[in-house]
C-alpha cells in the first residue's frame, strides 16, 4: 500500500509536472495566435486612421485652394478691375485687403494687362515684386489668355524656392473682352508643410504631386521636390518599386488607395487621395508612415499584455483551487453586477429615447407655434393699419395726426416684422418654392424705385436714387424678385444719410446682375463675412432678417447675391450684387427690340 501510496504521489507529481509543462506550452501557443491577430488588428486600425486622415488633409487643402480661387474670382469681378483699373491706387488697396487677408497661404498677388505687363503687384518685405515685368512668354500666362478660364501652372523653382502660379483671367462682363489677368504665387514645401510634416523622413511625412507628376512637396529628399516621379532620376532613388509605381499611377488617375512596401529605406504604409479644387482633381497627396513607428506602438502593447499574461499565469498556478473558488463566486456577482447594470442602461436608453422625442416634439411644436403666432399676428396689423391710414385721411388735426403717424409707423414694422418670420419658418422647413413666370425685370425693379423714393419724399431726406431703366425678360417669381430689390434698396437708403443711391441691371451671356450701390458708410469688415446670415446687420428700424431671407429667394432661383464695399472717391460706400442664371436663350432671357 505505501508502494502504491508513492507510486500514485509521484504519478501526481509527474501529472502536475506535465500538465504545467502543457499549459505552458498551449499558452505561448494562444499567446502567439493572439499577439499575431492583435498585431494585424492594431496595424488594420492604424491603416484605417491613415486613409481617414489623408482623406481630411487632401479636403483642408483643397478647400483652402478653392477659397483662394473665389478671392481670385471675386477681385476679376470686382468694380475696379472690370472697368480696366488695373493700375490705380484704389485697386492697390483691394489687392492689399485680400493679400491681408490670405498671405498665410499665397506668397504674391499681382495684376497684369492684357500685354501681360505686371501693373500690381504684393510680395513679402524684401522680395521681388515683379512690378513691370513682361509675363507673356510663360506657359501658364499663354493659357490662360488662349483659354479665358483659370491656370494652375507646373512648378518651377526660383531665388531657391519651388512655387506653383494660379491665375484667373480679368473678362469685362457685358463685352466679354479680355482685360488682363489676376495671378497669385503658392511656395509649395511651405504651403503643404501647415498640413503636416514635409521635412523629416523618419516620421509620417506628406508628398505632393500635380497631374503630371512632378513632386511639390516630398521629404525624403530635398532634391526630389520639382523632379517627374516617373523620371530615372526619382526611379533610382526608390529602386523602381513596382508597388509604389502602381500605387502613384493610380493616384494620379483620379483614385484613392494605400499600400505597404519597402524600397531599401525601411518599410512604409503608404495612403493617396486627390486634392479637388472646386470640383477637379488639381493636385494629390500621398500620407507616408514608417512601418517601425506602427510595429514600435504594437510591440508596447503586446509587451504590456504578454507580462499581464504570464502573471496572471504565474498566479493561477500557485493557488489554483484558491482562484477557481474566487473566479466561480466573482463569476456569480459578476453576472448579477451585469444583468444590473443592463438593466439600467436599457432604463437610461428608454429615458433618453423619451427625452429625445420630447425635444423634437418641442421644436416641432416651437416651430408651430412661431408659424401660427405669426399668421395671427398678420390677421389684426392689416385691419389696424388701415383703418388708421383712413383715420389719418380724415382727421386735420395736426397733434391727433402725429399720433396716428406712430401708430401707423409701429403697425406697419410689425407687419414687416411677422413677414419675415413667416418667411424664415418656410425657408427653414424648404418651403420656399419661386411661383415663376415671364416678366419685365425692369417694371420689377422701377416699381422698388419708386416706393423707395416715395418714402424718401415723406422722410424729407437728402438721398438721390437714379436707375437707368432697361428692358430685360426674365423668368423668375416676381414677387419675390420685388421684394429682394426692395430689401436692398431699404438697405441701401437706411444707411446712406446724405449722398446716392444707384440702381442698375445688366445681362451677359449665361446670367442677369443687378447691383445697388450706395454713397454710405460701408460695411463693417467683421460684419462682412456673416453679412446673410440671420440677425447679422440687426438695426433699430429693421428686424435682421432681410439679407438672409434676400439669399434664400436668390438662391432659389439658381443665382448668388453678394456685397463689396466701395472706397470710391473718399466716400466708403457699398455694392449689394444679385445675379440670376439664364436657363434657355431662347425664351428665358432676352432683350426687348427699341
Given at each position: 500500500?505505501?508502494?502504491?501510496?508513492?507510486?500514485?504521489?509521484?504519478?501526481?507529481?509527474?501529472?502536475?509536472?506535465?500538465i504545467?509543462?502543457?499549459?505552458?506550452?498551449?499558452?505561448f501557443?494562444i499567446?502567439?495566435?493572439t499577439?499575431a491577430?492583435?498585431?494585424?488588428?492594431?496595424?488594420?486600425?492604424?491603416?484605417?486612421?491613415?486613409i481617414?486622415?489623408?482623406?481630411?488633409?487632401?479636403?483642408?487643402i483643397?478647400?483652402?485652394?478653392?477659397?483662394?480661387?473665389?478671392?481670385?474670382?471675386?477681385?476679376?469681378?470686382?468694380?475696379?478691375?472690370?472697368?480696366?483699373?488695373?493700375?490705380?491706387?484704389?485697386?492697390?488697396k483691394?489687392?492689399?485687403?485680400?493679400?491681408?487677408?490670405?498671405?498665410?497661404?499665397?506668397?504674391?498677388?499681382?495684376?497684369?494687362?492684357?500685354?501681360?505687363?505686371?501693373?500690381?503687384?504684393?510680395?513679402?518685405?524684401?522680395?521681388?515684386?515683379?512690378?513691370?515685368?513682361?509675363?507673356?512668354?510663360r506657359?501658364?500666362?499663354?493659357?490662360?489668355?488662349?483659354?479665358?478660364?483659370?491656370?494652375?501652372?507646373?512648378g518651377?523653382e526660383?531665388?531657391?524656392?519651388?512655387?506653383?502660379?494660379?491665375?484667373?483671367?480679368?473678362?469685362?462682363?457685358?463685352?466679354?473682352?479680355?482685360?488682363?489677368?489676376?495671378?497669385?504665387?503658392?511656395?509649395?514645401v511651405?504651403?503643404?508643410?501647415?498640413?503636416?510634416?514635409?521635412?523629416?523622413?523618419?516620421?509620417?511625412?506628406?508628398v505632393?504631386?500635380?497631374?503630371?507628376?512632378?513632386?511639390?512637396?516630398?521629404?525624403a529628399?530635398?532634391?526630389l521636390?520639382?523632379?517627374?516621379?516617373?523620371?530615372?532620376?526619382?526611379?533610382?532613388?526608390?529602386?523602381?518599386?513596382?508597388?509604389?509605381?502602381?500605387?502613384?499611377?493610380?493616384?494620379?488617375?483620379?483614385?484613392?488607395?494605400?499600400?505597404?512596401?519597402?524600397?531599401?529605406?525601411?518599410?512604409?504604409?503608404?495612403t493617396?487621395?486627390?486634392?479637388?479644387?472646386?470640383?477637379k482633381?488639381?493636385?494629390?497627396?500621398q500620407?507616408?508612415?514608417?512601418?517601425t513607428?506602427?510595429?514600435?506602438?504594437?510591440?508596447?502593447?503586446?509587451?504590456?499584455?504578454?507580462?499581464?499574461?504570464?502573471?496572471?499565469?504565474?498566479?493561477?498556478?500557485a493557488?489554483i483551487?484558491?482562484?477557481?473558488?474566487?473566479f466561480?463566486?466573482?463569476?456569480?456577482?459578476?453576472?448579477?453586477?451585469?444583468?444590473?447594470?443592463?438593466?439600467?442602461?436599457?432604463?437610461?436608453?428608454?429615458?433618453l429615447?423619451?427625452?429625445?422625442?420630447?425635444?423634437?416634439?418641442?421644436?416641432k411644436?416651437?416651430?408651430?407655434?412661431?408659424?401660427?403666432a405669426?399668421?395671427?399676428?398678420?390677421?389684426?396689423?392689416?385691419?389696424?393699419?388701415?383703418?388708421?391710414q383712413?383715420?389719418?385721411?380724415?382727421?386735420?388735426?395736426?397733434?391727433?395726426?402725429?399720433?396716428?403717424?406712430?401708430?401707423?409707423?409701429?403697425?406697419k414694422?410689425?407687419?414687416?416684422?411677422?413677414?419675415?418670420?413667416?418667411?424664415?419658418?418656410?425657408?427653414?422647413?424648404?418651403?420656399?418654392?419661386?411661383?415663376k413666370?415671364?416678366?419685365?425685370?425692369?417694371?420689377?425693379?422701377l416699381?422698388?424705385?419708386?416706393?423707395?423714393?416715395?418714402?424718401?419724399?415723406?422722410?424729407?431726406?437728402n438721398?438721390?436714387?437714379?436707375?437707368?431703366?432697361?428692358?430685360?425678360?426674365?423668368?423668375?417669381?416676381?414677387?419675390?424678385?420685388?421684394?429682394?430689390?426692395?430689401?436692398?434698396?431699404?438697405?441701401?437708403?437706411?444707411?446712406?444719410?446724405?449722398?446716392?443711391?444707384?440702381?442698375?441691371?445688366?445681362?451677359?451671356a449665361?446670367?442677369?446682375?443687378?447691383s445697388?450701390?450706395?454713397?454710405?458708410?460701408?460695411?463693417?469688415?467683421?460684419?462682412?463675412?456673416?453679412?446673410?446670415?440671420?440677425?447679422?446687420?440687426?438695426?433699430?428700424?429693421?428686424?435682421?432678417?432681410?439679407?438672409f431671407?434676400?439669399?434664400?429667394?436668390?438662391?432659389s432661383?439658381?443665382?448668388?447675391?453678394?456685397?463689396e464695399?466701395?472706397?470710391?472717391?473718399?466716400?466708403?460706400?457699398?455694392?449689394?450684387?444679385?445675379?440670376l442664371?439664364i436657363?434657355?436663350?431662347?425664351?428665358?432671357?432676352?432683350q426687348?427690340?427699341?
Open positions: 500500500m505505501n508502494f502504491l501510496s508513492g507510486r500514485l504521489k509521484e504519478i501526481g507529481i509527474v501529472a502536475i509536472i506535465v504545467v509543462a502543457l499549459s505552458f506550452t498551449l499558452l501557443y499567446e502567439s495566435i499577439e491577430s492583435i498585431r494585424k488588428s492594431l496595424f488594420d486600425e492604424q491603416k484605417q486612421r491613415q481617414e486622415s489623408t482623406k481630411s488633409i487632401s479636403q483642408h483643397g478647400s483652402d485652394l478653392s477659397l483662394v480661387m473665389s478671392m481670385l474670382d471675386g477681385l476679376a469681378n470686382s468694380l475696379y478691375l472690370q472697368q480696366g483699373d488695373l493700375y490705380g491706387d484704389q485697386t492697390k483691394l489687392l492689399e485687403e485680400k493679400y491681408n487677408q490670405y498671405n498665410t497661404v499665397i506668397n504674391r498677388l499681382f495684376v497684369l494687362d492684357k500685354n501681360d505687363i505686371v501693373t500690381n503687384s504684393l510680395a513679402p518685405k524684401g522680395a521681388e515684386t515683379f512690378l513691370g515685368q513682361d509675363f507673356s512668354l506657359d501658364w500666362i499663354k493659357e490662360t489668355r488662349a483659354t479665358l478660364k483659370p491656370v494652375f501652372s507646373d518651377f526660383r531665388q531657391g524656392i519651388y512655387r506653383i502660379f494660379i491665375t484667373f483671367p480679368i473678362i469685362e462682363r457685358g463685352t466679354g473682352e479680355y482685360i488682363g489677368t489676376i495671378a497669385t504665387s503658392i511656395p509649395t511651405g504651403f503643404f508643410a501647415h498640413y503636416g510634416n514635409v521635412e523629416n523622413i523618419d516620421n509620417q511625412f506628406l505632393v504631386f500635380n497631374k503630371k507628376g512632378i513632386m511639390l512637396a516630398n521629404s529628399s530635398k532634391t521636390v520639382g523632379q517627374d516621379f516617373f523620371s530615372d532620376y526619382t526611379q533610382q532613388f526608390i529602386r523602381h518599386n513596382k508597388i509604389l509605381n502602381d500605387l502613384t499611377r493610380n493616384l494620379l488617375a483620379g483614385n484613392s488607395g494605400y499600400a505597404v512596401y519597402s524600397y531599401g529605406r525601411g518599410e512604409r504604409l503608404t493617396d487621395y486627390p486634392i479637388f479644387v472646386q470640383g482633381p488639381t493636385y494629390f497627396i500620407e507616408v508612415t514608417p512601418t513607428s506602427i510595429y514600435s506602438q504594437v510591440n508596447s502593447v503586446l509587451f504590456t499584455e504578454r507580462e499581464k499574461m504570464f502573471l496572471l499565469f504565474a498566479s493561477s498556478i493557488a483551487v484558491v482562484l477557481i473558488i474566487f466561480v463566486k466573482w463569476n456569480s456577482t459578476l453576472d448579477i453586477e451585469v444583468r444590473r447594470r443592463t438593466k439600467e442602461l436599457n432604463e437610461s436608453n428608454m429615458q429615447e423619451s427625452a429625445n422625442e420630447q425635444l423634437k416634439l418641442q421644436e411644436m416651437q416651430k408651430e407655434f412661431i408659424n401660427v405669426a399668421h395671427e399676428l398678420r390677421t389684426p396689423v392689416q385691419p389696424i393699419l388701415g383703418l388708421s383712413i383715420l389719418r385721411s380724415k382727421i386735420g388735426n395736426p397733434e391727433q395726426n402725429e399720433f396716428l403717424d406712430v401708430i401707423i409707423r409701429n403697425a414694422r410689425l407687419q414687416r416684422l411677422t413677414e419675415d418670420i413667416l418667411d424664415v419658418t418656410r425657408i427653414e422647413s424648404q418651403l420656399l418654392k419661386p411661383n413666370e415671364r416678366f419685365n425685370l425692369n417694371d420689377a425693379i416699381s422698388s424705385v419708386e416706393d423707395c423714393r416715395n418714402q424718401i419724399e415723406k422722410a424729407h431726406g438721398i438721390r436714387l437714379l436707375f437707368e431703366p432697361k428692358d430685360i425678360i426674365i423668368e423668375a417669381d416676381k414677387g419675390r424678385i420685388v421684394q429682394v430689390v426692395s430689401n436692398l434698396l431699404n438697405n441701401a437708403v437706411k444707411f446712406t444719410r446724405d449722398g446716392t443711391v444707384y440702381v442698375k441691371a445688366e445681362q451677359n449665361d446670367q442677369v446682375i443687378v445697388i450701390k450706395d454713397t454710405g458708410q460701408g460695411i463693417d469688415p467683421e460684419i462682412l463675412p456673416r453679412l446673410f446670415s440671420k440677425f447679422a446687420t440687426k438695426s433699430f428700424s429693421g428686424t435682421g432678417l432681410g439679407l431671407i434676400s439669399k434664400s429667394i436668390i438662391e432661383h439658381g443665382g448668388k447675391i453678394w456685397a464695399n466701395n472706397n470710391i472717391d473718399g466716400k466708403r460706400g457699398a455694392t449689394f450684387y444679385f445675379s442664371p436657363v434657355d436663350h431662347r425664351f428665358s432671357v432676352f426687348l427690340s427699341d
